[in-house]
């Protein structure tokens, strides 16, 4: 197989798995805190990105670079929003919150 081949495949396999964790994520109670929302907001724009990556494969189009600058913009929000999500965690001494460790919720 060649490189461009692997690439596609393995990329595929990068889109199924992204996408099946949101489709999972969505039965998890996300919602109920910051951290969960940017969490999920992340996953669901790398799942775009990636599903995009695939159709543009399967469907050439003119313009997909600049489909794809857009989705690596909303990619980088939802990588800052998780980033300030964990921050705002651990600035409130919630360290519970992420490790889920008893001992840090005094």
Request: hydrophobic share 55%; glycine share 6%; charged share 10%.
């Amino acid at each position: 197989m060649s490189i461009d081949a692997w690439r596609t495949v393995t990329l595929g396999a990068v889109a199924i798995g992204q996408t099946s964790f949101v489709v999972l994520y969505l039965t998890y109670p996300w919602w109920n805190g910051f951290l969960g929302r940017a969490l999920f907001f992340k996953a669901v724009a790398l799942a775009v990105l990636v599903d995009s990556y695939m159709y543009f494969r399967l469907f050439p189009f003119n313009h997909a670079n600049v489909v794809f600058v857009c989705l690596y913009g909303l990619l980088a929000l939802g990588v800052w929003f998780q980033c300030l999500a964990f921050l705002r965690v651990r600035i409130q001494h919630r360290q519970s919150a992420v490790s889920r460790n008893p001992e840090d919720s005094r």
